[in-house]
């Protein structure tokens, strides 16, 4: 190539540069267009999701109407009635022993129904994640059969069994067992029991997710050297489906705290939860402020739930790579 044809270097830095400056304006253009697109999604959210959050956080620190509602007036009784009660003789303060009751006995039978739901989901997923692939849909198929039906109906299906002329009482009677039926509906066990049936799905889905990927080749290694099924299960099978068991006890701790059906139907009126809680205050109990800092508090909750179960996916994802 001659002198005379060469092209300076400068006179080819613009040409150069031209195909960056266009890629640039491109993807700040798709940036701009993807903000547009999304913005009414957004505005649907923040409307029907946080909108209604903001709103109980509004009504938590106003004063209760005279006949339900609430009047605009700064206060903070909502929030001390959570855990407190004031006399309406003398105006001192006290623990509200009822409130902390329905707290601990929600508290307490959501972790009942999350581990009975774990003791029977898991050997389900389990029996599910070994039969062969082409059975497997059909063993799903009956698991999601519950979902098709109503949560009241399922609800009375339970009271149908439990109750003193139920089922149950009426084999353990005609085999001469008992001779008086044994009160089991509106107690405690009837609402854990009934939770426990309408949530066990929720704990055998991501259980089974977690095992289909599992390698059960690794099972038959541990076998191999001699280890126990117990020992088995514990170092093998529990860390490395963690993630799914968290997820399935984290999906029904959740909906069974702030369950409000199964404890009102089950639990007869009397064995109230934290929903039942709530709805009263919001109806007969005229103190929406009150039910609103309720609310909150089960929020709060659930979020220390979610927190953990975030933690602990985030730990085992980083343990095994």
Same mark, same amino acid.
């Given at each position: 190539m001659s002198a005379g044809s060469q092209i300076p270097a400068d006179s080819a830095a613009p040409a150069g540069k031209a195909p960056g400056m266009q890629a640039e304006a491109a993807r700040r253009a798709d940036v701009r267009r993807n903000i547009l697109l999304t913005t009414p999604a957004l505005i649907v959210l923040f409307f029907a999701a946080s909108g209604p959050l903001l709103i109980m956080l509004v009504y938590s620190f106003l004063r209760p109407g005279d006949y339900g509602g609430v009047q605009w007036t700064f206060a903070t009784d909502g929030w $001390?009635?959570?855990?407190? *009660?004031? =006399?309406?003789? =003398? =105006? %001192?303060?006290? @623990? $509200?022993? $009822?409130h902390l009751s329905i707290f601990w006995r929600s508290v307490k039978l959501s972790i009942l129904t999350t581990f009975t739901a774990l003791v029977l #989901?898991?050997? %389900?997923a389990y029996f599910i994640a070994t039969r062969p692939v082409e059975s497997r849909n059909l063993w799903l198929f009956l698991i999601?059969?519950?979902?098709? %039906?109503n949560l009241l109906i399922r609800t009375f299906a339970i009271m149908e069994v439990i109750r003193n002329q139920g089922l149950i009482n009426n084999i353990l009677t005609g085999l001469g067992l008992i001779d008086e039926p044994i009160q089991m509906l509106f107690t405690d066990f009837a609402i854990m029991l #009934?939770? %426990?049936? @309408?949530?066990?799905?929720?704990?055998v889905l991501p259980i089974y997710a977690s095992m289909e990927k599992f390698d059960f080749r690794l099972v038959e290694a541990g076998y191999d050297l001699y280890a126990t099924r117990l020992r088995v299960l514990r170092r093998i099978i529990l860390p490395l489906v963690k993630p799914g068991v968290v997820a399935g006890s984290i999906l029904v701790f959740i909906p069974s705290l702030g369950a409000y059906v199964t404890p009102r139907v089950l639990g007869g009126g009397k064995?109230?939860? /934290?929903?039942?809680?709530?709805? /009263? *205050?919001?109806? *007969?109990?005229?103190?929406?402020?009150l039910g609103a800092a309720l609310s909150l508090t089960l929020l709060l909750i659930v979020m220390v739930a979610l927190l953990y179960y975030v933690r602990s996916v985030g730990k085992a994802e980083s343990h095994h790579g």
């Amino acid at each position: 190539m001659s002198a005379g044809s060469q092209i300076p270097a400068d006179s080819a830095a613009p040409a150069g540069k031209a195909p960056g400056m266009q890629a640039e304006a491109a993807r700040r253009a798709d940036v701009r267009r993807n903000i547009l697109l999304t913005t009414p999604a957004l505005i649907v959210l923040f409307f029907a999701a946080s909108g209604p959050l903001l709103i109980m956080l509004v009504y938590s620190f106003l004063r209760p109407g005279d006949y339900g509602g609430v009047q605009w007036t700064f206060a903070t009784d909502g929030w $001390a009635s959570v855990f407190l *009660q004031r =006399d309406i003789f =003398d =105006d %001192t303060l006290s @623990v $509200a022993d $009822a409130h902390l009751s329905i707290f601990w006995r929600s508290v307490k039978l959501s972790i009942l129904t999350t581990f009975t739901a774990l003791v029977l #989901g898991f050997p %389900t997923a389990y029996f599910i994640a070994t039969r062969p692939v082409e059975s497997r849909n059909l063993w799903l198929f009956l698991i999601t059969i519950p979902f098709w %039906t109503n949560l009241l109906i399922r609800t009375f299906a339970i009271m149908e069994v439990i109750r003193n002329q139920g089922l149950i009482n009426n084999i353990l009677t005609g085999l001469g067992l008992i001779d008086e039926p044994i009160q089991m509906l509106f107690t405690d066990f009837a609402i854990m029991l #009934g939770m %426990t049936y @309408v949530y066990l799905p929720l704990m055998v889905l991501p259980i089974y997710a977690s095992m289909e990927k599992f390698d059960f080749r690794l099972v038959e290694a541990g076998y191999d050297l001699y280890a126990t099924r117990l020992r088995v299960l514990r170092r093998i099978i529990l860390p490395l489906v963690k993630p799914g068991v968290v997820a399935g006890s984290i999906l029904v701790f959740i909906p069974s705290l702030g369950a409000y059906v199964t404890p009102r139907v089950l639990g007869g009126g009397k064995n109230m939860m /934290l929903g039942n809680l709530i709805s /009263l *205050q919001f109806g *007969q109990g005229r103190n929406w402020p009150l039910g609103a800092a309720l609310s909150l508090t089960l929020l709060l909750i659930v979020m220390v739930a979610l927190l953990y179960y975030v933690r602990s996916v985030g730990k085992a994802e980083s343990h095994h790579g």
